[in-house]
Nanobody
């Protein structure tokens, strides 16, 4: 069974950096894209970034633009989210997800906690 396994979360001070990684494991799999979502306490889940399965077409949402970068390592079958200049409002559980053409963001990992203190 295919799974998305996130790693790299943690606690940092405002202005710090973290890199999240998501590995696609468990068997042959392909998707239209891989992406990252986040959910802060008491808030709805929000989309953060996406990148095409082959590595092109990267996109990040405005609140993190210029601070977050999404990248894809096809050989390792991973997707990374490099986060810099972190702010307390970036505190959330970050989820990796796979986008299927017909079913949308239908596969999601368990999430990894990111906490940014002021």
């Amino acid at each position: 069974q295919v799974q998305l396994v996130e790693s790299g979360g943690g606690s940092v001070q405002s202005g710090g950096s973290l890199t999240l990684s998501c590995a696609v494991v468990g068997g042959p799999f392909s998707a239209a894209a891989l992406g990252w979502f986040r959910q802060a306490p008491g808030k709805v889940r929000e989309f953060v970034a996406r990148i095409g399965w082959a590595g092109g077409g990267d996109y990040v949402e405005d609140p993190v633009k210029g601070r977050f970068t999404i990248s894809r390592d096809i050989a390792k079958n991973t997707v990374e989210l490099q986060m810099t200049n972190l702010r307390p409002e970036d505190t959330a559980v970050y989820y990796c997800a796979a986008q299927n053409v017909s079913t949308g963001w239908s596969l999601r990992g368990q999430g990894t906690q990111v906490t940014v203190s002021s």
